[in-house]
Structures are given as C-alpha cells and as structure tokens.
C-alpha cells in the first residue's frame, strides 16, 4: 500500500508559480507511472500531467503544456510539480496519483492510489 502526501498549495497572484511536492511512504514509487490531476469548483477530475516510472517519458494537458513540468525523484519517493505563469483557470486541488499502467493520459479510474491533494487558488 502506497500513501501519498502532497503539499505546496497556496494562494498566489496570476503569473506567479508554485511548486507542488508529492511524498510517497510505504513502496518505492519506482515501480509506478505516476500523475498529477486537478478538480476544480463545480468540476470533475482532469488529468494534468503523467511522468513514467523512470522519468524518461512525460505527458501533460494541452491547458498546461509549456507552463507546468512534472518531474520525480525515485531516490527520494517523491514526485513534483512545477507550474508557471499561473492562471485564474488553474485554481483548483490538486492530486497526486500513481497506477501500474503506462504512461500517457491517465484517467482517474486508472489510478490505483491517491494522495489527500492540495488546494492551488490563483487570484487576479
């Protein structure tokens, strides 16, 4: 059993960035394609970004692409999200996810694990 904590969250002004961390306790996350979503208010779930299990591959949303960069430490069991030039749309919490399938677009019923999340709210 995998748990998943993630942190980093905060309130920040549009344009600014935030870096989400992912600690993982209990396996070693190597063995797993790790993702990041996000729900926002009144929304369901949506994939943000995927990273493989041995980083060498990464997927992301077309609403993030170029501004966020998933990254993970397998050393270190954790995972991170790195967003920039953030947006009002961006608002939202956050999850941490990992699953035994390859790496591409995840889908939430994909995901085998998940952490609590971590609220993101981006003011103008």
């Known amino acids: 059993q995998v748990q998943l904590v993630e942190s980093g969250g905060g309130l920040v002004q549009a344009g600014d960035s935030l870096r989400l961390s992912c600690a993982a306790s209990g396996r070693t996350l190597s063995s797993y394609t790790m993702d990041w979503f996000r729900q926002g208010p009144g929304k369901g779930r949506e994939f943000v970004a995927a990273?493989?299990?041995?980083?060498?591959?990464?997927y992301y949303a077309d609403s993030v692409k170029g501004r966020f960069t998933i990254s993970r430490d397998n050393a270190k069991n954790m995972v991170y999200l790195q967003m920039n030039s953030l947006k009002l749309e961006d608002t939202a919490r956050y999850y941490c996810?990992?699953?035994?399938?390859?790496?591409?677009?995840?889908?939430?019923?994909?995901?085998?694990?998940w952490g609590q999340g971590t609220q993101v709210t981006v003011s103008s």
């Open positions: 996810a990992g699953s035994n399938i390859a790496v591409g677009v995840g889908a939430p019923e994909d995901m085998d694990f």
């Open positions: 990273i493989s299990r041995s980083a060498d591959s990464t």
